[in-house]
């Protein structure tokens, strides 16, 4: 026994001294080729808050309360945090893989021999038997790193499904809240229709106007009903998609909504930085496409390193029993070995290809992350365009809505004195109707430009913050 220690100490030595011999793969973090400035205009107007939890800040509890809702039963988040849970079991594996293995043996047999001169035996063993593959050229060490890269990237994940959630659910409340704008308006409007309808009927009763002129209101009023309805089932579906995604009882739902505030554009704005790379850093699916080029760089090393020797060294100690006659024989045992070297001579070219095929998805993973730059690029972008074009057409969506009420409160008054035609003030009403549906329309793309914009710059996920599980009760 006083030979085990130095014979261990001697094969752990010449492991340490041969794991050095690391085999590496291409470069691990590749140039994203982002622009070096934003080609729109910045947002300028507005508070500037963090991204994290933004639409908390908006003024409408409902809000924030419908995001939280359906971020708790998102079967999207439930898949990424079932792909962190999955990613970290392959990196513990992985890991594992780098150290010694250990088991317990029991062992008992019983043998006879043929001549009865000799006694029947019973031999017995209790041992600790350990094995260990010494990772030499770093094969092991490049299926831990590829894996735990793709932990990292399963992790942001989790975090772009939760903005993703926030997103769909903040755009799926704001198109109910504008629904219900233009509810509104068909509502007036039929109102509106019916009353000149009914009028009409009096007046061609009383044989003051053509019965054509009276069945054109009444027309009129048909549609604007029909109108109504429409948007009346449209707001229906609405309600129904925010009960699909907030799992919130509709009875429960629509009492809410009745109960809060309608307001339709977001009150608070978003700082966006001013370099793309300090904006496209808080991206989690960028960051995910980047730690695939991560790991498929270190697979590319696994792979080469598959095509250099390979050392093992097992080894066991233990205590042994034998009878045999009457008579019992106990004793330590140990052993160290065998020492074995794996040199790889020929595999008719399977090595190879598996490090050509390693190659072609490393210069796969890297032309998909240029491409996730590209497309966050391309979003920002998009999101700062529609948003500037909205913050201008507001003011002359506004304009026009106040002229048109004013012309067509002007025809009325002119039609109901006889001094317009019923064809002039149908004329009206439709610009009219026309003006206040292009209002409500163009608040609403200024919402989703804000929602567009939270999305498109992560959403307040930081990348030097990878602490953060699926059972964290994170705000965004």
Avoid at 36 to 55: V, Y
Avoid at 177 to 193: F, G, N, T
Wanted: net charge neutral.
């Amino acid at each position: 026994m006083r030979y085990l220690p130095r014979a261990a100490a001697t094969a752990l030595a010449v492991a340490m001294a041969l794991s050095a011999c690391a085999v590496s793969g291409p470069a691990p973090q590749v140039d994203a080729q982002q622009p070096p400035q934003w080609q729109a205009p910045l947002p300028h107007q507005g508070s500037i808050n963090q991204l994290s939890g933004w639409w908390r800040s908006q003024g409408d509890p409902l809000l924030a309360r419908l995001v939280d809702a359906a971020q708790a039963v998102s079967p999207t988040i439930a898949s990424a945090r079932t792909r962190i849970a999955s990613a970290r079991e392959q990196r513990v594996a992985a890991g594992a893989a780098l150290a010694p293995s250990l088991d317990a043996i029991v062992t008992s047999s019983r043998t006879s021999q043929q001549s009865t001169s000799l006694p029947v035996n019973t031999t017995s063993q209790a041992l600790l038997q350990a094995s260990w593959e010494i990772d030499v050229f770093g094969a092991n060490r490049a299926v831990r790193d590829a894996a735990q890269a793709r932990l990292e990237g399963a992790q942001a994940g989790w975090h772009d499904a939760r903005v993703s959630v926030a997103a769909e659910t903040a755009n799926t409340y704001y198109d109910l809240r504008a629904c219900e704008r233009l509810l509104d308006v068909a509502r007036q409007d039929a109102a509106s229709r019916a009353d000149t309808a009914r009028l009409t009927e009096l007046t061609a009763k009383a044989g003051f106007q053509a019965p054509a002129d009276a069945a054109l209101s009444r027309a009129s009023a048909a549609d604007a009903a029909n109108r109504e309805l429409a948007q009346r089932a449209q707001c229906d579906v609405d309600v129904k998609a925010l009960v699909a995604l907030t799992a919130i009882a509709e009875p429960e739902l629509r009492s809410s909504l009745a109960a809060a505030a309608s307001d339709l554009t977001p009150a608070q704005g978003i700082a966006i930085d001013s370099l793309p790379a300090q904006t496209l850093a808080q991206r989690p699916d960028v960051f995910t496409a980047e730690r695939e080029v991560a790991a498929s760089s270190f697979e590319v090393g696994g792979a080469r390193a598959q095509r250099y020797p390979r050392l093992s060294i097992a080894g066991s100690i233990g205590r042994g029993q034998i009878r045999a006659g009457g008579e019992s024989v106990t004793a330590n045992t140990w052993n160290i070995g065998p020492v074995q070297v794996s040199l790889p001579l020929f595999d008719a070219g399977r090595r190879r290809a598996s490090v050509e095929a390693a190659q072609e998805r490393y210069e796969a993973a890297v032309t998909t992350y240029r491409g996730s730059v590209r497309q966050a690029v391309r979003e920002v972008e998009e999101a700062l365009v529609n948003l500037q074009s909205t913050d201008l057409r507001t003011v002359q969506a506004q304009t026009a809505l106040e002229g048109y009420r004013a012309a067509f409160t002007a025809v009325d008054d002119r039609y109901r004195n006889g001094m317009a035609t019923l064809f002039e003030l149908e004329d009206a009403r439709r610009t009219r109707l026309a003006a206040e549906n292009a209002m409500v329309a163009v608040q609403r793309e200024r919402s989703a430009a804000w929602i567009a914009l939270y999305r498109a710059a992560g959403g307040g996920w930081n990348r030097n913050d990878l602490t953060a599980t699926a059972s964290t009760s994170a705000s965004n």
